[in-house]
């Protein structure tokens, strides 16, 4: 829904710590996955509460941010909720300058502006507004055009497990994003989905 209507999704790292692809809904790629950073000095490393790995896309500053508390005051607090709208901002800038730039293009343009953190996990680059600003105004984008790459084919087997439900849906959506599921088997790209269920774990041909 988001690329159809070419908005750019900004979300939170998380706090615990751990890798942020641990939760599914922080694995899209033209998701924006902002991790928290903390000053010390002239020293930016990640925050010690900060989700992190391959799946932060950013950095931003997330420790002792000023911000709304409660119903009508204001306060200082931690957190990748912190660091987000900081993204959020900035994204909301670059579309102020150039409606038309898409996800895929925000991260290019954020990643490519933005400074390396040296922290023992890998997170994001923390960005730097005015350069991203100036990249967007500047309109070149030939570094930042991603293509779709060749789906694979193949048996896809999935071990499933569940208690006390009585329904089970499974969807799925081809690169033209039309939805193909247990009463719409085919779709226009010629893609065919077909379920059996009584398949052995190890059976499947050619495993993807």
Known sequence: IADKHNAIVVMAAGNQHILAGVDPNKRPRNFIVVSAIDKNGDAVDIAPFS???????????GVQIYNAYGHDGFTYLDGTSMASPIVA??????????????????????????????????IGPLIQIDEALRKVQSGDFGDCQWSTPEPMTGDVQLLLSWHDYN???????????????????????????????????GESRTPI
């Open 51 to 61: 989700n992190y790995g391959n799946y932060s896309t950013v950095s931003a500053p």
């Open 89 to 122: 901002g900035a994204v909301a800038l670059m579309k102020s300058l150039n409606s038309n730039i898409t996800a895929e293009q925000a991260i290019c343009v954020l990643q490519s502006t933005g400074t390396n953190v040296n922290a023992n996990e890998h």
């Open 167 to 201: 329904d089970l849906d499974l969807a799925c959506i081809d690169p033209l994003g039309n939805m193909i599921w247990h009463r719409n088997r085919t779709v226009p790209s010629g893609g065919r989905l077909q379920i059996d269920m009584n398949i052995q774990f």
